[in-house]
């Protein structure tokens, strides 16, 4: 069962960085562009952000720099409603960035200062220890399971969050991994097997279950105790199924893209927080669909991410891609 919200916030630990995005698209930076940001960033605050935007306590643990770009990445969470407490500033390291040039076919080119940042010095302290002993809640970014500097708090934090009856999530987030190093493969095993909601996107679903067709990887996830599984398929909406045999089809909201990056972390940040405040699958499904789609129609990866009262909105106003 996924852990009503009065049990704590949902934590996420993971990266933050800046984002500054090319304005015109292109191939890669080897020429001055004009560029655009800097936008706070990381798939784990993208998920904390819209988690708590839609009115779900969510907290973050993290390492940003002492310096402007760090402070951008705390203050828009904070502002936000995200618990900040456990994000660490290191003062010698700078906070991370990712520069992004979109390439006329949609590919994206990357110059990424990530884990030799300030994101790469985050440990197990006392404050970290704080967060996930009141958390009711842990998203986890299959990204770092290969990580081995974040990999061990988050198993640390996973086993505390369950062990007070909390639950987790699980976004397999690993499209160009699909094909997993034995050390990983055992970790995405274990945490499979403790996992309540898992949100794949479309191709990742059958290898996370290793089965050759939607539905065996479906039943397959259920046999080992997973509740929920929503399976995101981009501008063709989404489809959740549960362990009680239920299955619902969410259609895309059409919308013209501007910014694909950060719709899958929305669309998890807004299914986790309406179904940690008591929205049944169906419901969160719609939330999930409506906060991916409009934070698609933004630039920058999170300038997206709506409040229960924008999304309501935006679901009234917008039509489905039927
Ligand atoms: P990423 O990891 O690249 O952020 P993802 O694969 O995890 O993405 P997507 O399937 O791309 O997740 O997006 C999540 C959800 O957001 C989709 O299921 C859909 O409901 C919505 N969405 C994404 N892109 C669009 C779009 N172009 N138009 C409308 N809705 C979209
Ligand atoms: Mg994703």
Same mark, same amino acid.
Request: with cysteine; hydrophobic share 45%; glycine share 10%.
């Given at each position: 069962?996924? #852990?009503?919200?009065?049990?704590?916030?949902?934590?996420?630990?993971?990266?933050?960085?800046?984002?500054?995005?090319?304005?015109?698209?292109?191939?890669?930076?080897?020429?001055?562009?004009?560029?655009?940001?800097?936008?706070?960033?990381?798939?784990?605050?993208?998920?904390?952000?819209?988690?708590?935007?839609?009115?779900?306590?969510? #907290?973050?643990?993290?390492?940003?720099?002492?310096?402007?770009?760090?402070?951008?990445?705390?203050?828009?969470?904070?502002?936000?409603?995200?618990?900040?407490?456990?994000?660490?500033?290191?003062?010698?390291?700078?906070?991370?960035?990712?520069?992004?040039?979109?390439?006329?076919?949609?590919?994206?080119?990357f110059?990424?200062?990530?884990?030799?940042?300030?994101?790469?010095?985050?440990?197990?302290?006392?404050?970290?220890?704080?967060?996930?002993?009141?958390?009711?809640?842990?998203?986890?970014?299959?990204?770092?399971?290969?990580?081995p500097?974040?990999?061990?708090?988050?198993?640390?934090?996973?086993?505390?969050i369950?062990?007070?009856?909390?639950?987790?999530?699980?976004?397999?987030?690993?499209?160009?991994?699909?094909?997993?190093?034995?050390?990983?493969?055992?970790?995405?095993?274990?945490?499979?097997?403790?996992t309540?909601?898992?949100?794949?996107?479309?191709?990742?679903?059958?290898a996370?279950?290793?089965?050759?067709?939607?539905?065996?990887?479906?039943?397959?996830?259920?046999?080992?105790?997973?509740?929920e599984?929503?399976v995101?398929?981009?501008?063709?909406?989404?489809?959740?199924?549960?362990?009680?045999?239920?299955?619902?089809?969410?259609?895309?909201?059409?919308v013209?893209?501007?910014?694909?990056?950060?719709?899958?972390?929305?669309?998890?940040?807004?299914?986790?927080?309406?179904?940690?405040?008591?929205?049944?699958?169906?419901?969160?499904?719609?939330?999930?669909?409506?906060?991916?789609?409009?934070?698609?129609?933004?630039?920058?990866?999170?300038?997206?991410?709506?409040?229960r009262?924008?999304?309501?909105?935006?679901?009234?106003?917008?039509?489905?891609?039927?």
């Amino acid at each position: 069962m996924i #852990a009503p919200d009065k049990l704590g916030p949902t934590l996420c630990i993971g990266e933050l960085l800046v984002e500054i995005v090319a304005c015109e698209p292109g191939t890669g930076f080897t020429e001055p562009l004009h560029l655009l940001g800097p936008f706070p960033s990381g798939a784990p605050a993208i998920f904390s952000d819209q988690c708590a935007r839609m009115g779900s306590h969510s #907290a973050m643990v993290g390492a940003v720099g002492q310096d402007d770009f760090g402070r951008v990445c705390i203050e828009r969470l904070a502002k936000d409603g995200v618990d900040v407490s456990a994000i660490a500033e290191i003062p010698d390291l700078p906070t991370g960035t990712a520069f992004v040039r979109y390439r006329p076919d949609g590919d994206r080119d990357f110059v990424f200062n990530m884990w030799t940042s300030a994101a790469g010095r985050l440990s197990w302290t006392p404050t970290v220890e704080q967060a996930a002993s009141c958390s009711g809640h842990l998203h986890v970014m299959g990204t770092l399971l290969s990580n081995p500097a974040v990999w061990p708090l988050i198993d640390r934090a996973a086993d505390m969050i369950k062990d007070r009856g909390g639950s987790i999530s699980f976004d397999p987030n690993a499209r160009k991994e699909l094909r997993l190093d034995a050390q990983t493969q055992i970790r995405f095993d274990a945490l499979l097997a403790k996992t309540d909601v898992l949100l794949p996107s479309g191709e990742e679903l059958m290898a996370a279950a290793k089965a050759g067709s939607e539905s065996a990887a479906i039943k397959a996830l259920f046999s080992l105790g997973i509740q929920e599984v929503v399976v995101k398929r981009g501008a063709d909406g989404a489809t959740a199924y549960t362990s009680h045999g239920d299955k619902f089809v969410q259609p895309a909201f059409a919308v013209d893209e501007v910014d694909p990056t950060g719709a899958g972390d929305c669309f998890g940040g807004a299914y986790v927080a309406a179904r940690r405040l008591g929205a049944d699958v169906e419901t969160a499904l719609c939330y999930g669909a409506a906060a991916g789609a409009r934070n698609v129609a933004f630039r920058g990866p999170m300038e997206g991410a709506g409040t229960r009262v924008e999304l309501n909105h935006f679901i009234t106003e917008n039509r489905l891609r039927i």
